[in-house]
């Protein structure tokens, strides 16, 4: 038990009028008091609860057997050794750090790990962020498989996060579905911990299994996501090309066609050295009114390819784009660098890097937000 008065715990939209706020789904408000008697706050009691977490925050359990032999006094000197207790020269103090550590343990019953101060790297160091690291623990591809982390999640009464891909490689004897081992880790998921979460990647080709893909197949991911959708979990990709695939998985599940057509002009360059043919192709289905699953397919169909037929294309029109800003010794750079690249005595990179800072000096988004330079 907490030692302090709680005077809120509730959730955040219910204790602020300020609908502009965003995100506030899944936020918790927790203010705490100290006693206050005889017209003085309890000093005494506040020291108590910082002296009482100070051991665990500073020393390892080793170290703290190891000192039990000279007495609790010979313990609280060593962690103190670790830790900034008053202000130095305005660096501030990590009492902020103890009391958030034991309001976790002593409040929200979190299984504190390792408390960020006894892993700091040195004692002139503040240690920051949150007091220490809590367990939240996944199935993996070779030892846990989602039936023994859910064991551990139920005897310690700590969250489970499903992973798919683990469970597609180490699964249980006895398989069931995602939707099914997603349901039974929610029961796991406290209002403290937020909403639940699951990861999902797909299996590289020609790599060993678990490696995750350089970008999400749209297909297999909204067919993951309607199977499981009910849960209302919070899916974490884990995926090469991150915000690509994060926006691709966004915009279908939303049926947000404007977003997606903005999406693919950032497309339009990688599509065009693939083929010119291609990106034609797919603009005239956008025109077409195809749907944003289909046409995502189409891209990455395009994408997969190995030949870049249209690359030299590609670096012609983009440099028309910038030829009216650009100086004749600009002009000149880049006919040099084209030449040599199309002799192979210049990696493509480095001309793909001129035309990008080139874009970025005159300010054109149409082409350094392209994901030419990054695909």
């Not at 994060?246 to 279908?252: F, G, H, P, S, V």
Request: some cysteine; proline content about 2%; glycine content about 4%.
């Amino acid at each position: 038990m907490i030692p302090f008065e709680i005077l809120i715990e509730d959730i955040f939209s219910n204790v602020t009028q300020n609908n502009s706020l965003d995100p506030m789904d899944n936020k918790t408000v927790l203010s705490l008091l100290n006693d206050f008697e005889n017209g003085k706050w309890r000093y005494d009691k506040f020291q108590r609860f910082i002296w009482n977490n100070i051991k665990e925050t500073a020393l390892s359990y080793k170290e703290r057997q190891a000192l039990l032999n000279d007495g609790e006094d010979s313990v609280l000197t060593e962690a103190a050794k670790s830790l900034r207790i008053a202000e130095d020269n305005g660096k501030g103090s990590e009492i902020s750090e103890i009391l958030l550590y034991g309001i976790m343990k002593h409040h929200y019953n979190a299984l504190p790990v390792v408390p960020k101060i006894f892993y700091k790297q040195n004692s002139q160091d503040n240690a920051k962020g949150s007091d220490s690291v809590h367990i939240v623990i996944e199935n993996d591809d070779i030892n846990f498989n989602i039936e023994d982390v859910l064991y551990i999640g139920q005897t310690l009464n700590i969250p489970v996060v499903f992973d798919a891909l683990h469970n597609a490689i180490n699964h249980p004897t006895l398989y069931k579905s995602d939707d099914y081992y997603i349901k039974r880790c929610k029961t796991l998921w406290q209002a403290k911990d937020g909403n639940i979460k699951t990861h999902y990647s797909q299996q590289a080709t020609g790599i060993k299994a678990g490696a995750h893909s350089k970008s999400i197949k749209i297909m297999p991911f909204i067919n993951y996501y309607h199977k499981i959708k009910e849960n209302n979990a919070d899916i974490m990709l884990e995926v090469k090309d991150k915000n690509l695939s994060a926006l691709k998985c966004l915009n279908t599940v939303k049926n947000d066609f404007n977003a997606f057509l903005k999406d693919f002009e950032r497309y339009k360059f990688s599509l065009m050295s693939k083929s010119p043919l291609i990106y034609n192709t797919i603009k005239e289905n956008t025109l077409k009114g195809y749907d944003i699953q289909t046409l995502y397919s189409q891209i990455e169909n395009a994408l997969d390819q190995k030949k870049d037929e249209g690359f030299f294309y590609t670096l012609l029109f983009i440099k028309d784009i910038l030829k009216c800003d650009m100086t004749a010794n600009q002009l000149k750079k880049f006919e040099t660098y084209f030449a040599r690249v199309k002799k192979g005595n210049l990696s493509a990179f480095a001309l793909k890097n001129y035309l990008y800072s080139l874009s970025v000096q005159f300010d054109i988004k149409e082409i350094y937000e392209s994901y030419f330079f990054v695909l």
